[in-house]
């Protein structure tokens, strides 16, 4: 068997496993006189070494790739029902294959400066 078709035998598939993000908003999204609003994101993804988890934060969303293995990794996208506060550092851990994502948001009301319409 010649060179290029051993490579292309030995070509292997990496899955890629979607993890949906379970999300918990321990804000009140619309009191802007409470400063500690948190938006709390999950992600179970067994078998991980916590080294091999990277999270990308920007201010409206969320990027988690984890490398399983040399065949699986885990990826999600999240995008925040607030906006991110980068200032104050979003908090991870890792424990028994569940990753817990703590990040601040800024809440304010979108309806404060609304204009109301009569029904006719």
């Not at 979607?18 to 409470?34: K, S």
Request: charged letters at 35%; hydrophobic letters at 30%.
């Amino acid at each position: 068997m010649d060179k290029k078709n051993e490579e292309k035998k030995t070509t292997s598939f990496k899955r890629r496993i979607w993890v949906p993000a379970c999300p918990t908003c321990d804000c009140g999204c619309t009191d802007e006189d409470d400063k500690e609003n948190v938006e709390t994101l999950t992600f179970e993804i067994p078998g991980v070494d916590k080294d091999k988890i990277h999270l990308d934060v920007t201010k409206d969303r969320v990027r988690m790739i984890a490398h399983r293995n040399a065949e699986t990794d885990y990826i999600s996208e999240y995008m925040f029902s607030c906006t991110a506060t980068l200032d104050k550092e979003p908090t991870a851990n890792y424990k028994n294959g569940i990753l817990t994502l703590e990040v601040p948001v800024e809440c304010p009301d979108p309806y404060k400066d609304a204009q109301r319409l009569t029904i006719n």
